[in-house]
């Protein structure tokens, strides 16, 4: 399955600080339904992800009945991203 979207990045300072990008809700629950074929436990689903030229893995956390995309350090260095910015996320599930 493969997705896209555009979202804005929003900081979680939490206990480790991190970047996400929330999956809508539509997407959401296309992810919800195919998940059960591909995550490894606790709601997590396993993606290849791309923002810009820039490609990743990582899974989606599950939150609030949809999803966050977590945009590493890296990737946001690559692609000059910052907070509050809206940017277009391609998801692969499974990785």
């Known amino acids: ?3 896209e979207f555009s979202g ?3 900081f979680w300072r939490g206990p480790a600080p991190y970047h996400f990008v929330p999956v809508p809700a539509e997407q959401s629950a296309a992810l919800k339904a195919a998940s059960a074929a ?3 436990g ?3 689903v396993p993606v290849a992800a791309r923002v810009g030229a820039t490609r ?4 989606l956390f599950p ?3 949809g999803y966050l995309v ?3 350090d890296a990737v946001r260095r690559a692609e000059g991203i910052a907070p509050g910015e809206v940017v277009t996320v391609h998801l692969t599930v499974g990785g």
Request: no cysteine; hydrophobic share 35%.
């Open 1 to 3: 399955m493969e997705l």
């Open 8 to 10: 804005e990045v929003r």
């Open 38 to 40: 591909v995550t490894y």
């Open 42 to 44: 606790w709601g997590m």
């Open 56 to 59: 990743w893995t990582t899974s």
């Open 63 to 65: 939150k609030d009945g």
């Open 70 to 72: 977590p945009l590493r």
